[in-house]
DNA sequence: CAGATGACTCCCA
DNA sequence: CTGGGAGCCATCT
């Protein structure tokens, strides 16, 4: 049996605990919190690999892919995100600029070796000029 | 160790 | 917008 000790997963999971409701993250996202060599593929493997029991601690649903879309076959994703409170547009896509979680709080990574998201310009720019 | 696979992402035509 | 291809990492054959 393949019996899983490796923290890596767990601290996946731990970081995608993280994501609050009404918020979303991308694969990429939840890598860069995790760090340690840790890649977007990787994060949807591990979440494909989410024990049952653990789907309900663990909010997978949050998790998108960069493009602001849905990974997973079916629609109970987005049916679990619509109930969130997320919206989705004609094109079932997320605004990341709005829905986009901002990462995890510099005291709570640096205490659990975990790292922040570095600030998207691009995307939350409010432009107050 | 090599090859295949996958809830990824980026780039280019 | 759609497709194809490369790069990426962990896990299983």
Redesign the pocket.
């Known amino acids: 049996m393949?019996e899983?000790t490796?923290d890596?997963?767990g601290r996946i999971y731990e970081a995608v605990q993280l994501v609050p409701q009404g918020k979303v993250a991308?694969?990429?996202d939840i890598a860069a919190v995790v760090g340690n060599?840790?890649?977007?593929?990787?994060?949807?493997?591990a979440?494909?690999d989410?024990p049952k029991g653990q789907d309900a601690v663990v909010p997978?649903q949050r998790?998108i892919?960069?493009?602001g879309g849905i990974?997973?076959r079916g629609t109970r994703q987005r049916r679990l995100l619509e109930q969130e409170g997320i919206v989705f547009d004609a094109?079932e896509r997320i605004d990341l600029g709005t829905y986009r979680w901002e990462g995890p709080a510099a005291e709570w990574a640096e205490a659990h070796g975990f790292h922040t998201l570095r600030p998207r310009r691009e995307e939350t720019q409010l432009r107050l000029f």
């Open positions: 393949t899983r490796d890596l997963y991308t694969y990429g060599g840790c890649d977007a593929r990787t994060v949807g493997y979440l494909n989410l997978w998790i892919n960069s493009s990974s997973t094109r």
